[in-house]
């Protein structure tokens, strides 16, 4: 009986050892990097223990900037393109006729190069002295005025920066949810049909409750890819992010170890702990949130 209890824990060995190795230990490594005050790069040393890391990333003007950036981004892009996505799988999924054509070509965007998409965004909003750029160009045609989209008002960054996120990310949520709508039991539906029941009542009563867990996972993903979002800023707007005022969290805690402002790990490990706290903590009302309103 011993030996059979204990055979699982030894097949679970190699996955604990590599998770602990590789995620444990750096997360207490960071949380003890974030506490020594005064910390050295080059000597490795440190005058005391404290929470002053803490206190000056909190107050930072450019950390908070990053904070707005990044909840801003967040609260638009998540909902917006979990909406978009359902939307479209919804579309896919009524239709039969070259269903897999249109299902590839909405996933193109997915294993495309982001670098190379926020290129290609960046050069149809930015303004030069040669050209207003193809999006200036179609304002100008019905009568708008041309704006600056990648060194303009901050208004108009954030919109580029939200288009392309919202771009890059919802071909994966049209995949996972085209997925989850097929494997639906149409049996409900034929139900329901019998029934006189209207779409809109299918839709909120069987479609949402059935796909419901895979929407929640598309959310709590979105949130965490959400406030990681780095590499997609860069592309657009360069690495001075704090010049151009579009700088997040993770670009903050990358500048603090190798920008230009660099070689302060204590600082940017406190503010690494503090991006961990904030996606905890939403992902755990998402959690509870989910309760409720995700049937399994």
Same mark, same amino acid.
């Given at each position: ?69 990044? *909840? ?89 920066? *939200? ?120 992902? *755990? ?12």
């Amino acid at each position: 009986m011993d030996k059979t209890s204990k055979k699982p824990w030894l097949y679970l060995l190699p996955a604990i050892l590599f998770l602990g190795f590789f995620m444990v230990y750096p997360l207490i490594d960071v949380f003890v990097y974030s506490v020594e005050e005064g910390y050295n790069f080059a000597s490795q040393t440190y005058y005391g223990v404290g929470l002053y890391n803490y206190s000056y990333v909190l107050h930072d003007p450019y950390f908070l900037q990053a904070i707005k950036n990044t *909840c801003i981004l967040v609260l638009i892009t998540v909902p917006l393109s979990t909406g978009l996505a359902l939307l479209i799988s919804l579309g896919l999924s009524s239709i039969k006729a070259l269903r897999d054509l249109y299902q590839t070509v909405f996933f193109l965007p997915y294993v495309t190069n982001t670098l190379a998409v926020g290129l290609v965004f960046m050069i149809l909003f930015q303004k030069t002295e040669y050209t207003d750029g193809l999006v200036n160009l179609l304002i100008h045609a019905f009568g708008g005025s041309t704006v600056d989209f990648i060194d303009g008002p901050y208004w108009a960054k954030m919109f580029v920066l *939200c288009f392309y996120t919202v771009w890059v990310v919802m071909p994966f949520k049209i995949l996972i949810l085209t997925s989850a709508l097929a494997s639906v039991n149409q049996d409900y539906y034929k139900a329901a049909r019998v029934d006189g029941t209207s779409k809109v009542r299918i839709f909120r009563k069987i479609t949402l409750p059935m796909i419901s867990p895979m929407i929640f996972y598309l959310v709590i993903t979105g949130f965490i890819g959400a406030f990681k979002a780095y590499s997609d800023v860069v592309a657009l707007f360069g690495t001075d992010l704090n010049a151009a005022g579009m700088n997040t969290i993770v670009g903050y805690v990358y500048d603090m170890l190798y920008g230009d402002s660099g070689g302060y790990p204590s600082y940017a490990s406190a503010a690494a702990i503090l991006l961990f706290a904030i996606v905890l903590t939403i992902t *755990c009302i998402n959690l509870l949130v989910s309760k409720k309103h995700v049937h399994y």
